[in-house]
């Protein structure tokens, strides 16, 4: 067997799930690297992309032989915001580790693993956490077409008393592919020229610079454009602001300053935004402070301006209103477009940042469901065990069978929905109704996958996402909402 076109992989839209002995990671590193390895052989055989004569593993159709390969783990944080623990956090290092076993097997120039986490994240704790560090080092040791674990940031930052501190320009641009899409990006519709985009804890005229009628720029890692393959490792959970972060969501990280990020819109619904529902005059108060202290051009200011937004928390917590901002609800209509865009550079994008008319790179999804994360995700997740593992080639696929997984009605997923639609440099060629989810019992319909559940109980779904579960699967004890934990930043 020949390696699969790009066309044909990157537009199938078979998902194939498998289900492990147990709910939870095997013991000890070699044995949840053994269990990966053996689920990810059964998911690619499946979905062919393995050449049984070849002896190249289980992306010997997928990755070519002298090719480059970048693995995009989800590694978003080093610890937990809530009491939940690194298992529904972060991809498994177990997957991660087989993945990268596999990929070498096919006969790589190299093989990468990098992301881009949260600014606040301390990169060398969560490998260590991970137990990746030493093995990184290792394998590098005795396999020169390894390259180590890379942080794609530019900025870090930490936070002191509630004020964000940042340290820029940790690399050079130079090592970042500059694209802008102009017109064509998705988040042209709801471009209004009043510098209406935010991201959390960041100064909006850095954005509204990025981000302008008829400009839309994104800057992604050179060695993800330059890339022949991805490898796609998402963690499956809920998320606060997207409602799901899988295939789509995962690909926030391959972008190096999240200030070309746009999360939400100013104000509430009832004012043209999508912060939030409604109109509430607190919430636009908060607003206008949020931004008096992300331009604060001193930590003094900074730290005087989040003092005064405290009192106005408090206020909303004993009238009974939800004091969650930043787009935390499923009328966010910001977040999915941005992460189409990018899914949309990763498939089409060349190295000069444009946008070829043809898929440029092999991209496969191989999904980490056996602890999932629920609740407030994407940071503060509570376990969810479910003993998955799941993968496509296609992350529209991908994620309209996640979804419906953690028990959401897909429909009411815009980031789920909207990557099916029609529009320049499509992600599919098809509709959901063509989705295909296979297993050890045959072919099914992916709009079936209803009939069996792969949770142990009722999913606890964030605060401001509980409209969008399948009927009948509302239940669990729901997380107290909190106010924006900014020093986490919490809405990544």
């Known amino acids: 067997m020949t390696t699969r076109a790009i066309d044909d992989l990157c537009f199938d839209l078979r998902v194939t799930?498998?289900?492990?002995?147990?709910?939870?990671?095997?013991?000890g590193d070699d044995a949840a690297e053994a269990q990966a390895t053996q689920a990810l052989n059964s998911l690619a055989g499946q979905l062919d992309w393995i050449d049984e004569t070849s002896g190249?593993?289980?992306?010997?159709?997928?990755?070519?032989?002298?090719?480059?390969?970048?693995?995009?783990?989800?590694?978003?944080?080093?610890?937990?915001?809530?009491?939940?623990?690194?298992?529904?956090?972060?991809?498994?290092?177990?997957?991660?580790?087989?993945?990268?076993?596999?990929?070498?097997?096919a006969g790589p120039s190299e093989v990468l693993v990098g992301d881009a986490p949260i600014q606040g994240c301390d990169f060398a704790e969560l490998l260590k956490r991970m137990r990746l560090d030493a093995w990184a080092e290792e394998l590098k040791a005795r396999e020169p077409r390894f390259k180590g674990v890379r942080d794609f940031r530019r900025t870090t930052s930490v936070f002191v008393?509630?004020?964000?501190?940042?340290?820029?320009?940790?690399?050079?641009?130079?090592?970042?592919?500059?694209?802008?899409?102009?017109?064509?990006?998705?988040l042209e519709p709801i471009t209004d020229g009043q510098d209406s985009f935010r991201v959390t804890c960041y100064d909006p005229r850095i954005l509204a610079r990025t981000h302008a009628p008829g400009r839309h720029q994104y800057l992604v890692a050179?060695?993800?454009?330059?890339?022949?393959?991805?490898?796609?490792?998402?963690?499956?959970?809920?998320?606060?602001?997207?409602?799901?972060?899988?295939?789509?969501?995962?690909?926030?990280g391959i972008n190096g300053n999240k200030e070309y990020l746009p999360h939400h819109r100013l104000g509430g619904a009832a004012r043209g935004g999508d912060c939030y529902a409604g109109g509430s005059r607190i919430k636009s108060t908060?607003?206008?402070?949020?931004?008096?202290q992300n331009k604060s051009g001193s930590f003094a200011r900074a730290k005087i301006w989040r003092g005064l937004s405290l009192p106005l928390f408090r206020a909303l917590r004993m009238i009974g209103e939800s004091p969650n901002l930043e787009g935390?609800?499923?009328g966010n209509d910001t977040i999915w477009r941005t992460c189409l865009d990018l899914n949309r550079i990763l498939l089409y994008g060349r190295a000069d940042g444009t946008l070829a008319d043809e898929p440029q790179r092999r991209v496969v999804h191989v999904v980490d469901a056996v602890v999932s994360g629920q609740g407030d995700g994407p940071l503060a997740p509570q376990p969810l065990p479910m003993g998955l593992m799941f993968a496509?080639?296609?992350?529209?696929?991908?994620?309209?069978?996640?979804?419906?997984?953690l028990g959401y009605e897909p429909a009411k997923i815009p980031i789920a929905r909207e990557a099916f639609g029609d529009f320049r440099w499509p992600l599919v060629s098809s509709?959901?109704?063509?989705?295909?989810?296979?297993?050890?019992?045959?072919?099914?319909?992916?709009?079936?996958?209803?009939?069996?559940?792969?949770?142990?109980?009722?999913?606890?779904?964030?605060?401001?996402?509980?409209?969008?579960?399948?009927?009948?699967?509302?239940?669990?004890?729901y997380p107290a909402e909190a106010p924006s934990n900014r020093s986490a930043e919490s809405l990544y």
């Open 17 to 27: 799930l498998v289900e492990l002995p147990r709910r939870e990671y095997a013991e």
């Open 56 to 105: 190249r593993g289980a992306f010997a159709r997928v990755i070519p032989q002298g090719s480059r390969v970048l693995v995009k783990p989800n590694l978003v944080m080093h610890e937990n915001q809530g009491p939940g623990g690194m298992l529904p956090l972060v991809t498994h290092q177990s997957l991660i580790r087989a993945t990268v076993a596999e990929a070498l097997r």
């Open 161 to 186: 008393v509630g004020v964000r501190v940042a340290a820029e320009n940790r690399q050079s641009e130079d090592r970042f592919v500059l694209f802008d899409l102009n017109g064509e990006s998705l």
């Open 222 to 252: 050179r060695e993800v454009i330059e890339a022949d393959c991805i490898v796609n490792l998402p963690k499956l959970k809920t998320h606060k602001k997207a409602g799901i972060t899988c295939a789509l969501k995962n690909l926030i």
């Open 286 to 292: 908060l607003e206008f402070i949020a931004d008096r």
């Open 328 to 330: 935390s609800w499923s």
């Open 392 to 405: 496509g080639s296609n992350p529209a696929a991908v994620d309209w069978v996640g979804a419906q997984l």
């Open 431 to 477: 509709s959901h109704t063509d989705v295909r989810v296979l297993g050890e019992s045959g072919e099914d319909v992916a709009n079936e996958l209803t009939t069996k559940s792969f949770a142990t109980g009722p999913i606890i779904y964030p605060a401001g996402w509980r409209d969008a579960a399948r009927d009948g699967n509302l239940g669990g004890e």
